[in-house]
């Protein structure tokens, strides 16, 4: 499986650049046309044959013919009235659902093996879950001139345009404007196939990237961990540490060993033989390895990160309203500048509350904090049960993915959805147990249905698999209900990922009142309040990070795998010397780094601390409204339009820290 991973990323690396498209000027024909149509259509059609001709011609190049085929083609396919127009916009809604859904089934297919436990790999499985049947549509849409029709008649727009109009566009309008997005690029299948193999492979490394606790030292040479612990990173070993806090007598020990796995993953110091391999004794301390080479893993996490970025970076020039990766996540799928998504994180993380809650947690823990500390979990009413008990609750109601998709419906009657839509949504979605951490897989068709992935061990779902589960469940239901419930599926989904990750949180945050462990008073809610805090400062941190790190590609195109790893370490060291070591007292940590999604889900980090923040939103409203199901199908029904649009109408304002550092400040009035 590695070899096979180290090989795909062996050849994007080798990749060159494509030759830049050839085109001709269209100029005299755009002007020709502009005229000619006018006449037939009027006047008033005037300021949209201008802006679809332009951007017919900023794409057109001359394998698409010549000039007068390009009048021929804009001659034929402008729709001139608002009837045609209509026609050819249901045209393509119907058309889109189709293709987008059936692409997306055999995808999911194709990686159904490598995500899923469902029996043993093959080599020929890692091809198969980094192959992508859709690469080629846009590029197929382009040369039968379909796309070329979408860009005649409706509007590709930049982020600004959508900002200044956001209020003044229709229901039916917004669904134009995400149409036309469609087509805003012409990315050659090549490249998005490209794109493909490295982000498969990336994927693939880590959903793989297990340590056996079991055999893991503690700094006094003790083996602290049971003999079966498997722990994936970073997922689990992050959540691990969380988990300790309710083990006075093993639990530091055991929190230290973890970091010190953590600084060996990120630096690239871990022995290759500690990854994923059962029965070999590590130190992590000293670094010793026994019964096994001591040879350390070769730079592979950043060789799968810069495969990622070189892969990314060939998109760039076919891109020319979002030329980099990062214009891509932030202005085409986010909807939000980072400049502003920045200086949000800023706020959070230069907030005078955080020393307060710092100070909490060290009074909590009862010594001077630690670089893991970032990750405490003693804020949650988890706190007053131990893992393992936790574990066995969870294991005997979850024995498999049927038990807990047959418990569904009780538990979203429990969030405040009536009976019957209850029902309707557990109906909705599938139920799998993943190979990796776990994750909520959409749907894009409104006959198919989303799938929601977790890990289940052999004895049964343990809390961190029913952790997720909760978290991926809030995605689901999302998912289904702004697909199937919403009037154009040119709208699905929510404005950018950070909304759904919000939705999710809501969900998760309930995840013990739903086995009946928790029914929280206030100051069980304010203890909430400041995990949701706490996490929203230590994730902030990490998402500043990933946006630097890809600044620094960026910057530095020609790097190798060991320079991007000095340049991560040196930019997590200095995230971390600049916000986090005035609050913990302890200076130069790297773990700001060690998160997955930096390798396998590009700039992806961002959308946990917005998250966090449109949470704290949501939760005001659903406190308002008083129960959980009504208000998440009212604003998950929405779509995707402009995000600042969708939290005024969610909860009457726009998209921003002010509710988390509010709700923060009032529970440290309540904690005692």
């Given at each position: 499986?590695?070899?096979?991973?180290?090989?795909?990323l062996?050849?994007?690396?080798?990749?060159?650049?494509?030759?830049?498209?050839a085109?001709i000027?269209?100029?005299p024909?755009i002007?020709k046309?502009?005229?000619?149509?006018a006449?037939?259509?009027?006047e008033?059609?005037?300021?949209r044959?201008?802006?679809?001709?332009?951007?017919?011609?900023a794409?057109?190049?001359?394998?698409?013919g010549?000039?007068?085929?390009?009048?021929?083609?804009?001659?034929?396919?402008?729709?001139?009235?608002?009837a045609?127009?209509?026609?050819?916009?249901?045209?393509?809604?119907?058309?889109?659902?189709?293709?987008?859904?059936h692409m997306?089934?055999?995808?999911?297919?194709?990686a159904?093996?490598?995500t899923?436990?469902?029996?043993?790999?093959?080599?020929l499985?890692?091809?198969l879950?980094a192959?992508?049947?859709?690469?080629?549509?846009?590029?197929?849409?382009?040369a039968?001139k379909?796309?070329f029709v979408?860009l005649?008649?409706?509007?590709?727009?930049k982020?600004?345009?959508?900002?200044?109009?956001?209020n003044?566009?229709?229901?039916?309008?917004?669904?134009?404007?995400?149409?036309?997005?469609?087509?805003?690029k012409?990315?050659?299948?090549e490249?998005?196939?490209?794109?493909a193999?490295a982000?498969?492979?990336?994927?693939?490394?880590?959903?793989?990237?297990?340590i056996?606790m079991?055999r893991?030292?503690a700094?006094?040479?003790?083996?602290p961990?049971?003999?079966k612990l498997?722990?994936?990173?970073?997922?689990?070993?992050r959540?691990?540490?969380?988990?300790?806090?309710?083990?006075?007598?093993?639990?530091?020990?055991?929190q230290?060993?973890?970091?010190?796995?953590?600084?060996?993953?990120?630096t690239?110091?871990?022995?290759q033989?500690?990854?994923d391999?059962?029965?070999?004794d590590?130190?992590?301390?000293?670094?010793?390895?026994?019964?096994?080479?001591?040879?350390?893993?070769?730079?592979?996490?950043y060789?799968m990160?810069?495969?990622?970025?070189?892969a990314?970076r060939?998109?760039?020039?076919w891109?020319?309203?979002?030329?980099t990766l990062?214009?891509?996540?932030?202005?085409?799928?986010?909807?939000?500048?980072?400049?502003?998504?920045?200086?949000?994180?800023?706020?959070?993380?230069?907030?005078?509350?955080?020393p307060?809650?710092?100070?909490?947690v060290?009074?909590?823990?009862?010594r001077?904090l630690?670089?893991?500390d970032?990750w405490?979990g003693?804020f949650?009413?988890?706190?007053?049960y131990?893992e393992?008990?936790?574990?066995?609750?969870?294991?005997k109601?979850?024995?498999?993915?049927?038990?807990?998709?047959?418990?569904?419906?009780?538990?979203?009657?429990?969030?405040?959805?009536?009976?019957e839509?209850?029902?309707?949504?557990?109906d909705n979605?599938?139920?799998?147990?993943a190979?990796?951490?776990?994750?909520?897989?959409?749907?894009?068709?409104?006959?198919?249905?989303?799938?929601?992935?977790?890990?289940?061990?052999?004895?049964?779902?343990?809390?961190?698999?029913?952790?997720?589960?909760?978290?991926?469940m809030?995605?689901?239901?999302?998912?289904?209900?702004?697909?199937k419930?919403?009037?154009?599926?040119?709208l699905?989904g929510?404005?950018?990922n950070?909304?759904?990750?919000?939705?999710?949180?809501?969900?998760?945050?309930?995840g013990?009142?739903?086995?009946?462990?928790?029914?929280?008073?206030?100051?069980?809610?304010a203890?909430?309040?400041?995990?949701?805090?706490?996490?929203?400062f230590?994730?902030?941190?990490?998402s500043?990070?990933?946006?630097?790190?890809?600044?620094?590609?960026?910057?530095?195109?020609?790097?190798?795998?060991?320079?991007?790893r000095?340049?991560?370490?040196g930019?997590?060291?200095?995230?971390?010397?600049?916000?986090f070591?005035?609050?913990?007292?302890?200076?130069?940590?790297?773990?700001?780094?060690?998160?997955?999604?930096?390798?396998?889900?590009?700039?992806?980090?961002?959308?946990?601390?917005?998250?966090?923040?449109?949470t704290s939103?949501?939760?005001?409203?659903?406190?308002?409204?008083g129960?959980?199901?009504?208000?998440?199908?009212?604003?998950a029904?929405?779509g995707?339009?402009?995000?600042?649009?969708?939290?005024?109408?969610?909860?009457?304002?726009?998209?921003?820290?002010?509710?988390?550092l509010?709700?923060?400040?009032?529970?440290?009035?309540?904690?005692?």
């Amino acid at each position: 499986m590695r070899k096979l991973l180290v090989l795909i990323l062996m050849v994007l690396l080798a990749a060159t650049a494509d030759a830049a498209p050839a085109r001709i000027d269209l100029q005299p024909s755009i002007a020709k046309m502009r005229g000619e149509l006018a006449a037939k259509y009027g006047e008033a059609q005037r300021a949209r044959i201008e802006r679809g001709l332009t951007q017919v011609a900023a794409l057109w190049r001359t394998e698409d013919g010549g000039a007068a085929d390009f009048e021929a083609f804009a001659r034929a396919n402008f729709a001139g009235d608002a009837a045609a127009q209509d026609e050819l916009f249901q045209r393509m809604e119907l058309i889109l659902e189709s293709v987008d859904g059936h692409m997306h089934e055999i995808a999911r297919d194709l990686a159904r093996q490598a995500t899923l436990e469902v029996g043993p790999l093959l080599p020929l499985d890692a091809a198969l879950a980094a192959y992508d049947p859709s690469a080629h549509i846009t590029q197929d849409f382009f040369a039968n001139k379909v796309a070329f029709v979408v860009l005649l008649n409706f509007p590709v727009t930049k982020l600004d345009e959508r900002v200044a109009h956001a209020n003044g566009w229709t229901r039916r309008e917004w669904a134009e404007v995400r149409l036309a997005s469609r087509f805003d690029k012409r990315i050659p299948s090549e490249v998005n196939l490209e794109m493909a193999r490295a982000y498969g492979a990336a994927e693939q490394y880590i959903a793989h990237y297990n340590i056996w606790m079991g055999r893991v030292r503690a700094e006094n040479g003790d083996q602290p961990f049971p003999a079966k612990l498997r722990l994936l990173a970073h997922w689990n070993l992050r959540d691990e540490i969380r988990a300790q806090y309710t083990d006075r007598e093993h639990g530091l020990a055991r929190q230290r060993a973890i970091a010190a796995v953590m600084e060996r993953i990120v630096t690239q110091a871990i022995p290759q033989a500690a990854v994923d391999r059962e029965g070999v004794d590590w130190n992590p301390f000293t670094n010793e390895v026994k019964g096994a080479p001591q040879g350390r893993e070769p730079d592979t996490r950043y060789a799968m990160l810069l495969g990622t970025f070189l892969a990314a970076r060939r998109a760039d020039e076919w891109s020319p309203t979002a030329p980099t990766l990062i214009r891509r996540r932030f202005e085409d799928e986010g909807d939000v500048p980072e400049a502003r998504v920045r200086a949000m994180f800023e706020q959070v993380l230069s907030s005078p509350l955080a020393p307060r809650v710092a100070q909490l947690v060290r009074e909590r823990v009862g010594r001077p904090l630690e670089p893991f500390d970032i990750w405490y979990g003693g804020f949650k009413p988890r706190g007053r049960y131990t893992e393992a008990e936790l574990d066995a609750i969870v294991a005997k109601r979850y024995p498999d993915a049927r038990a807990y998709k047959a418990d569904m419906p009780r538990m979203l009657r429990e969030l405040g959805f009536s009976p019957e839509r209850a029902a309707w949504l557990a109906d909705n979605i599938e139920v799998d147990a993943a190979r990796g951490s776990g994750h909520a897989l959409p749907a894009a068709r409104r006959e198919d249905k989303p799938h929601l992935r977790t890990r289940i061990e052999p004895g049964g779902m343990n809390y961190k698999g029913y952790d997720i589960a909760v978290h991926e469940m809030g995605h689901n239901v999302e998912q289904v209900l702004s697909l199937k419930s919403i009037d154009h599926t040119l709208l699905r989904g929510v404005p950018n990922n950070a909304f759904t990750e919000a939705i999710a949180f809501v969900f998760q945050s309930r995840g013990l009142q739903l086995l009946g462990l928790e029914r929280p008073d206030a100051q069980a809610q304010a203890l909430a309040m400041l995990d949701e805090f706490w996490s929203t400062f230590e994730i902030a941190g990490v998402s500043l990070v990933d946006m630097q790190v890809w600044h620094w590609m960026y910057e530095h195109p020609d790097a190798t795998p060991a320079q991007l790893r000095e340049a991560t370490l040196g930019i997590a060291k200095a995230a971390w010397n600049r916000y986090f070591a005035p609050v913990m007292g302890v200076r130069d940590s790297h773990l700001l780094a060690i998160y997955s999604h930096m390798v396998g889900y590009t700039l992806y980090l961002p959308n946990y601390a917005l998250g966090h923040m449109i949470t704290s939103q949501v939760e005001e409203q659903v406190e308002k409204a008083g129960a959980v199901g009504p208000e998440i199908e009212r604003i998950a029904t929405y779509g995707n339009v402009l995000p600042d649009l969708w939290m005024v109408h969610a909860t009457g304002k726009p998209l921003g820290a002010d509710a988390l550092l509010g709700r923060t400040a009032r529970a440290l009035a309540v904690v005692k």
